[in-house]
């Protein structure tokens, strides 16, 4: 099941062009050729110290996407490679150092993804080609029959062997930084003081490669610490849009995101507010009269709690025009003091929400209440008697609610936002929010730090 999903685009590729050309480069310029010992033409040879000089491909390397697989290519390369000659032919043996000329070399290494390690995605070379069109000699000391099969030598055997050294050194390196850098994406993610996790962990075969870029499917839910396989009591997403802001990275969080935090923070007793002495027992009495004759005497304090019940449902739309999000959550009111609870009222909290974000090397999203209202309000249980008056009592409820409860959980979300995943190494930069119909995008560009 899938409530999130990351992306990047080409865009991103500017980011990784630089570091996959550094590890190409390192590999190739450390490359060592096995010696070899090869008869042709009656001329025996001993080629030793063979190795690629100053290869220096700082931009040549091209990473782009293709159906299924994500391709690094360089074409019409040239380098110089050094090697000691020894020739022996009848009676004549010469030898000399070389730095013989490659040109036109080619490089296509495919990309794909392979089994996830340790809850992380892993890359594979699943294809990889580096050819040589030709081989300019320079080895002076050699002429006649030896040059001939030394030409002949190079354009074969020594050939092959520098592309299948190279294949292999080229193979190894980019799985293994493209791994490297994988391995530091954050996806489990401690919220508050660790009672509740953001959980981003892969969807098994949901990563897919396209000319559009790489897309990855994960949970994208927020779950208890202490239960996180919990079975949420509403429906999982459906299909989530890929429209997003612009940006290199893509984050799309679904709906679903939204309402397993509710659930979570709900189910953890995190969404309940307790205002100790709220009212004094006169003030109530003016609207519920039976609180005349409560035995506490007219200064007596009286305690409110407001509460979020059971979400058991999708509580979050978007509204895409306003670029927000809505909620409709039941809520409950109760006036209580010492042990006994005097009245018990329910209402519909309609909330809208707006949708910040936070750059940096550990993003994160915030939201903001910017509309409550709240409806259906419903008188459960009263123990003072008389026929309270329930459109006053809410009125004043409402403006405690607005006056303190209100302010106090605007600070508290803007002071625990909650971050999404993040890339050791990397810094995000510009994040924006594109709001679609299931779920919300933030487009966000990428720079190593």
Same mark, same amino acid.
């Given at each position: 099941?899938?409530?999130?999903?990351?992306?990047?685009?080409?865009?991103?590729?500017?980011?990784?062009?630089?570091?996959?050309?550094?590890?190409?480069?390192?590999?190739?310029?450390?490359?060592?050729?096995?010696?070899?010992?090869?008869?042709?033409?009656?001329?025996?040879?001993?080629?030793?110290?063979?190795?690629?000089?100053?290869?220096?491909?700082?931009?040549?390397?091209?990473?782009?996407?293709?159906?299924?697989?994500?391709?690094?290519?360089?074409?019409?390369?040239?380098?110089?490679?050094?090697?000691?000659?020894?020739?022996?032919?009848?009676?004549?043996?010469?030898?000399?150092?070389?730095?013989?000329?490659?040109?036109?070399?080619?490089?296509?290494?495919?990309?794909?993804?392979?089994?996830?390690?340790?809850?992380?995605?892993?890359?594979?070379?699943?294809?990889?080609?580096?050819?040589?069109?030709?081989?300019?000699?320079?080895?002076?000391?050699?002429?006649?029959?030896?040059?001939?099969?030394?030409?002949?030598?190079?354009?074969?055997?020594?050939?092959?062997?520098?592309?299948?050294?190279?294949?292999?050194?080229?193979?190894?390196?980019?799985?293994?930084?493209?791994?490297?850098?994988?391995?530091?994406?954050?996806?489990?993610?401690?919220?508050?003081?660790?009672?509740?996790?953001?959980?981003?962990?892969?969807?098994?075969?949901?990563?897919?490669?396209?000319?559009?870029?790489?897309?990855?499917?994960?949970?994208? %839910?927020?779950? *208890?610490?202490? +239960? =996180?396989?919990?079975?949420? /009591?509403? #429906?999982?997403?459906? @299909?989530? !849009?890929?429209?997003?802001?612009?940006?290199?990275?893509?984050?799309?969080?679904?709906?679903?995101?939204?309402?397993?935090?509710?659930?979570?923070?709900?189910?953890?007793?995190?969404?309940?507010?307790?205002?100790?002495?709220?009212?004094?027992?006169?003030?109530?009495?003016?609207?519920?009269?039976?609180?005349?004759?409560?035995?506490?005497?007219?200064?007596?304090?009286?305690?409110?709690?407001?509460? %979020?019940?059971? *979400?058991?449902? +999708? =509580?979050?739309?978007?509204? /895409?025009? #306003?670029?927000?999000? @809505?909620? !409709?959550?039941?809520?409950?009111?109760?006036?209580?003091?010492?042990?006994?609870?005097?009245?018990?009222?329910?209402?519909?909290?309609?909330?809208?929400?707006?949708?910040?974000?936070?750059?940096?090397?550990?993003?994160?999203?915030?939201?903001?209440?910017?509309?409550?209202?709240?409806?259906?309000?419903?008188?459960?249980?009263?123990?003072?008697?008389?026929?309270?008056?329930?459109?006053?009592?809410?009125?004043?409820?409402?403006?405690?609610?607005?006056?303190?409860?209100? /302010?106090?959980?605007?600070?508290?979300?803007?002071?625990?936002?909650?971050?999404?995943?993040?890339?050791?190494?990397?810094?995000?930069?510009?994040?924006?929010?594109?709001?679609?119909?299931?779920?919300?995008?933030?487009?966000?560009?990428?720079?190593?730090?």
């Amino acid at each position: 099941m899938e409530g999130a999903w990351l992306g990047a685009n080409s865009a991103l590729f500017t980011v990784l062009n630089p570091i996959l050309n550094a590890e190409v480069n390192k590999a190739v310029n450390n490359l060592h050729i096995p010696d070899i010992d090869q008869k042709h033409d009656s001329v025996e040879f001993k080629l030793s110290q063979m190795y690629i000089m100053d290869f220096g491909c700082n931009e040549c390397l091209a990473l782009g996407t293709g159906p299924g697989f994500a391709s690094l290519t360089a074409h019409g390369l040239t380098t110089k490679f050094h090697v000691h000659v020894e020739a022996k032919w009848l009676f004549i043996h010469p030898s000399s150092t070389c730095t013989p000329d490659l040109e036109g070399l080619d490089v296509t290494a495919h990309l794909s993804f392979g089994p996830f390690q340790n809850g992380k995605p892993t890359v594979q070379v699943s294809e990889i080609s580096i050819t040589i069109g030709h081989i300019s000699l320079h080895c002076d000391g050699f002429v006649g029959t030896i040059i001939d099969a030394l030409t002949w030598l190079f354009q074969g055997l020594v050939k092959s062997e520098i592309e299948k050294t190279a294949q292999n050194a080229v193979k190894s390196a980019v799985a293994s930084k493209v791994n490297e850098i994988l391995s530091k994406l954050n996806l489990e993610i401690p919220i508050n003081h660790d009672f509740a996790l953001m959980n981003f962990n892969l969807v098994p075969g949901a990563a897919s490669l396209s000319s559009a870029g790489v897309k990855i499917g994960v949970e994208g %839910v927020i779950v *208890p610490t202490a +239960n =996180p396989s919990i079975v949420f /009591p509403f #429906a999982a997403p459906g @299909a989530l !849009v890929d429209n997003c802001a612009a940006g290199m990275v893509n984050l799309g969080v679904s709906l679903y995101t939204f309402d397993t935090a509710l659930y979570t923070f709900w189910q953890a007793g995190r969404l309940v507010a307790n205002l100790p002495h709220a009212f004094n027992a006169s003030q109530v009495a003016l609207l519920m009269p039976g609180f005349a004759q409560y035995g506490g005497g007219p200064t007596a304090r009286i305690n409110m709690t407001v509460s %979020v019940l059971n *979400p058991a449902v +999708n =509580p979050f739309v978007t509204n /895409p025009a #306003a670029h927000s999000l @809505a909620a !409709v959550i039941p809520v409950q009111f109760a006036l209580r003091s010492h042990n006994n609870t005097h009245f018990v009222m329910n209402a519909i909290g309609n909330v809208g929400l707006s949708v910040n974000t936070t750059g940096g090397a550990t993003p994160s999203l915030s939201v903001g209440i910017t509309v409550l209202s709240f409806s259906n309000l419903t008188a459960v249980s009263t123990n003072v008697g008389g026929d309270p008056a329930i459109p006053d009592i809410f009125a004043l409820l409402d403006g405690v609610v607005r006056s303190v409860v209100l /302010p106090a959980l605007d600070a508290y979300l803007a002071s625990h936002p909650f971050p999404f995943p993040s890339l050791d190494g990397f810094s995000v930069s510009s994040p924006q929010v594109a709001f679609n119909s299931n779920d919300i995008c933030i487009g966000m560009d990428l720079r190593q730090t």
